[in-house]
């Protein structure tokens, strides 16, 4: 079975850090791009960062530059995302998905999603 | 990065068709045929309905269609039921590897 499991949230105060884990199984990880995508209480889904099949490219949205660091560990079969800095407006459930592909290449469709993990920044 | 624009809420009487709209730009649904749309249902994970403007991955519904037309793309769902009531996210590539979603349409089946 295809699958993603994310792990790693939990309550911290502003300005601290946090690492969000995502086991993959059930398909090739080496194979694909992966992303974190978030929601904030009440909001919309919003794309927070993508990392190439090699681990070697990684792209972030603008207020995370910085700040949040994605990698990947093809040993591991999983994707992290390292939150430092931390601020209330990071509040979120974070989603772990799969980059579906365009025969070899990303289409940028997410075609495999997690459960999600919530991560609470609040003093 | 500037969100998508969509609807806030739809709505239709069960076998109705509802059209929901995701108006960008050229840099983003107008550049490029990479516009997806999801399925959330809350306190679930969301679900992909369509890919690439028009594709439909295996199992979805044929209920479902997509299409777009200049710097707006939308999603059609056919012969609505009380399961398609949940939240409605349009998706797109907006250059550099970087993804940008719409703010999200509520549907309601009424």
């Known amino acids: 079975e295809v699958q993603l499991v994310e792990s790693g949230g939990g309550l911290v105060q502003p300005g601290g850090s946090l690492r969000l884990s995502c086991a993959a199984s059930?398909?090739?990880?080496?194979?694909?791009?992966m992303t974190w995508v978030r929601q904030a209480p009440g909001k919309g889904l919003e794309w927070v960062a993508n990392?190439?099949?090699?681990?070697?490219?990684?792209f972030y949205m603008d207020s995370v530059k910085g700040r949040f660091t994605i990698s990947r560990d093809a040993a591991k079969n999983s994707v992290y995302l390292e939150m430092n800095s931390l601020r209330v407006e990071d509040t979120a459930v974070y989603y772990c998905?799969?980059?579906?592909?365009?025969?070899?290449?990303?289409?940028?469709?997410?075609?495999?999603w997690g459960q999600g993990t919530m991560v609470t920044v609040s003093s | 990065q500037s969100a998508l624009t969509q609807p806030a809420s739809v709505s239709g009487f069960p076998g109705q068709s509802i059209t929901i709209s995701c108006t960008g730009t050229?840099?983003?649904?107008?550049?490029?045929?990479?516009v997806s749309w999801y399925q959330h249902h809350p306190g679930k994970a969301p679900k992909l309905l369509i890919s690439?403007?028009?594709k439909r991955p295996s199992g979805v519904s044929d209920r479902f269609s997509g299409s777009k037309s200049g710097n707006t793309a939308s999603l059609t769902v056919s012969g609505l039921q009380a399961e398609d009531e949940a939240d409605y996210y349009c998706?797109?590539?907006?250059?550099?590897?970087?993804?940008?979603f719409g703010g999200g349409t509520k549907v309601t089946v009424l």
């Open positions: 998905a799969r980059v579906s592909l365009a025969v070899t290449r990303p289409n940028y469709s997410m075609d495999v």
């Open positions: 059930g398909f090739s990880f080496s194979t694909y791009w």
């Open positions: 990392i190439h099949r090699d681990g070697g490219d990684k």
């Open positions: 050229s840099s983003d649904v107008g550049g490029y045929n990479l």
């Open positions: 690439e403007v028009t």
């Open positions: 998706c797109s590539y907006a250059g550099v590897s970087t993804i940008v």
